[in-house]
């Protein structure tokens, strides 16, 4: 059964610094891999979606890479903003089933 | 933002009530999930829909049931709600499914079981 795990759970760093998120997946037959962004009482906003075959993808100031065979992925946030402020949960869509497995997310505060 | 709409937004009830929440999405997307969110386990899929009258269990569907009898309705419903149940509920669309395209996410809606 994958699993996908987000450490730490919390991150709060000053604003202007680069940040880095992990996210590591126990069964590498992926189909891809997603970062989502998800603000107190909203739902989930899609950010960047990784295909198997790729090794990054680049939006804006975000960058999220995958090692897939090490079940390791990351998202990388340049020059971060107050704004950037809220909870990114990673999810990778299993071989198989085609279904999102989540991770329980990291919760991230930029201080102004 | 995709055209997702989840009502109600917040709802309190009491065991053993049945209960159905609904999701309506104007982008005629074929595939509709269910998933529900609670500390320390993330989001978690309920019942997917790929099509009209076509539903599928996910991983935590004991104490669920679905319907889609039209593209743009999506129904979750608690045959008798539990204090377990107490969660956030989060209905998603895609037009292509998981292997090839993101989810679009509704504004969730919060069910307390007294």
């Known amino acids: 059964k994958q699993e996908v795990t987000q450490i730490p759970a919390a991150l709060s760093v000053p604003e202007g610094e680069n940040l880095v998120l992990n996210c590591s997946f126990t069964?590498?037959?992926?189909?891809?891999l997603q970062w989502f962004r998800q603000d107190p009482g909203k739902g989930l906003t899609s950010l960047l979606l990784?295909?198997?075959?790729?090794r990054e993808q680049t939006s804006g100031r975000l960058n999220a890479s995958l090692d897939k065979s090490s079940g390791r992925s990351t998202l990388y946030i340049a020059a971060s903003q107050p704004g950037d402020s809220a909870t990114y949960l990673c999810?990778?869509?299993?071989?198989?089933?085609?279904?999102?497995?989540f991770g329980t997310g990291t919760r991230l505060t930029i201080i102004p | 933002d995709a055209g997702i709409t989840q009502s109600p937004r917040h709802k309190v009830t009491e065991t053993g009530t049945p209960v159905t929440l609904r999701c309506h999405q104007t982008?005629?997307?074929?595939?509709m999930y269910w998933y529900r969110q609670d500390p320390g386990h993330g989001l978690r899929l309920i019942h997917y829909?790929?099509?009209?009258?076509?539903?599928d269990k996910g991983e935590v569907s004991d104490g669920y049931s679905v319907s889609r009898s039209k593209t743009e309705d999506f129904l979750l419903t608690l045959e008798s709600a539990t204090s377990s149940q107490t969660s956030v509920y989060f209905c998603?669309?895609?037009?292509?499914?998981?292997?090839?395209?993101?989810?679009?996410f509704g504004p969730g809606t919060r069910l307390l079981v007294l």
């Open positions: 999810a990778v869509t299993n071989f198989g089933n085609e279904k999102l497995t």
């Open positions: 998603a669309i895609s037009e292509l499914g998981g292997v090839q395209e993101t989810q679009y």
């Open positions: 069964d590498s037959a992926i189909y891809n």
């Open positions: 990784i295909q198997s075959s790729q």
């Open positions: 829909s790929y099509g009209v009258k076509d539903t």
């Open positions: 982008e005629n997307h074929r595939y």
